[in-house]
């Protein structure tokens, strides 16, 4: 992986204490611009070159706000950290020019800004944007075709609890067996390629049957008498007119009771198109919970947010990583409990994977928590024997401590 950063501050021991820093996070080349139109002349004709920008705010000349303003006009495609002495206030509008222009806001910090922050915004940018990672071997048309024909579409379960540890549902990850190859592999090596060949729906098809299948066993133990079941749409599938009736009948053939089915759709396209918009009605007019996925990165604003009859908002692992110690994030993890709560809409926070993330969230009661610190995801009889071990530790803790008042 290579990995360039490019830091834009009029402060020379700022551009050199940060330099400090990215060189001993492993970067591959830090260099420093103390002028903002400079930084755009350099990023105008090398814009591929960097992936990371870090941003003072008050320079002289073109300042901060004005020159990430313009990113998106020259197709800066890496990501954007703020680090500015500003007050919060201004750090936050800056922060809003950076989401409008659709840009990667991997920070909003303010000065002075330490390594282990800096770390969280690189590894941010690898959730954002995983090409920039290792290489992933990804599967040819072909092999997902054999794929599907060989019933080698398996589900795996993550769960997802609210701030006691409760199980509140399961989300259905999709993994595909290559041949006789042992291990599975994820989407990142064959989603991309599914769409483009038409293969998305033949996948999903075979993960939903096989999903609700199992969950005939899954849902009767004791830990799940009340959990959902997530299953994940793209904008373009729910775009076709027959995925709300598809749903409507698995859900008769596996009596699932239909209350207990969520379709998370994926932020990887706009939600703009009357069909859409018309499924996600149907969905709800059926008592099928509808989740926007990866919030905070996609297309879905506020305000369709507050147009569309969604029952959940899952909020993307790149806002959660790292909430403890992040302002802006906190901030926006409240406005939108705030917002959930007036709407009737359940907030998830997904990809939690520091205790120290989890105390945060922890004092919010009606946030649903999930990631690897909870759960990893895992087949059906690993998810069995997961629930087990789980019933166990939540019995325990049920029970009185010596000393205790009964």
Not at 93 to 107: D, E, K, M, P
Request: charged fraction near 20%.
């Amino acid at each position: 992986m290579t990995l360039n950063v490019l830091i834009i501050d009029d402060s020379l021991s700022t551009c050199q204490l940060l330099s400090r820093y990215f060189s001993e996070l492993d970067v591959d080349q830090v260099e420093y611009c103390r002028d903002g139109l400079a930084a755009l002349r350099l990023l105008t004709k090398y814009r591929d070159h960097y992936h990371i920008l870090v941003v003072d705010l008050h320079m002289p000349g073109m300042d901060g706000i004005e020159l990430l303003s313009r990113l998106s006009r020259i197709g800066f495609r890496g990501g954007v950290i703020i680090a500015s002495g500003m007050e919060s206030r201004i750090i936050e509008a800056a922060s809003q020019v950076v989401i409008n222009s659709r840009l990667r806001l991997l920070g909003a910090l303010t000065k002075p800004v330490c390594q282990t922050q800096l770390q969280i915004c690189i590894e941010r940018l690898m959730m954002m944007a995983p090409d920039l990672g290792r290489p992933t071997s990804r599967l040819s048309a072909e092999q997902i075709r054999q794929a599907i024909q060989d019933d080698k579409v398996v589900p795996y379960y993550q769960a997802q609890v609210d701030s006691k540890g409760r199980i509140e549902g399961f989300e259905v990850l999709c993994r595909l067996q290559d041949g006789d190859h042992l291990q599975l592999v994820g989407p990142d090596a064959f989603i991309d390629m599914a769409e483009q060949h038409g293969l998305l729906n033949a996948i999903s098809e075979k993960l939903i049957n096989c999903a609700m299948r199992e969950w005939l066993e899954i849902g009767l133990h004791p830990e799940c008498q009340h959990s959902r079941l997530s299953i994940n749409l793209t904008p373009k599938q729910l775009a076709s007119n027959g995925w709300p009736a598809k749903l409507l009948e698995y859900c008769d053939t596996y009596e699932l009771d239909i209350s207990r089915l969520t379709v998370e759709i994926t932020e990887n396209q706009a939600l703009d198109q009357h069909s859409q918009h018309a499924s996600i009605s149907r969905l709800r007019l059926h008592s099928v919970g509808v989740a926007i996925d990866d919030f905070g990165t996609g297309y879905t604003n506020l305000t369709q947010l507050c147009r569309l009859p969604i029952s959940e908002l899952k909020l993307d692992m790149s806002l959660v990583r790292g909430i403890h110690m992040d302002a802006l994030a906190q901030t926006i993890l409240k406005s939108l409990v705030e917002i959930g709560a007036r709407l009737g809409v359940a907030v998830v926070a997904e990809g939690v994977e520091d205790p120290r993330d989890y105390a945060y969230l922890e004092q919010y009661p009606n946030i649903i928590i999930q990631g690897f610190l909870i759960c990893r995801p895992k087949p059906c009889q690993e998810i069995m024997r997961w629930l087990d071990a789980h019933q166990k530790v939540v019995h325990l803790h049920a029970q009185p401590q010596p000393g205790m008042l009964h």
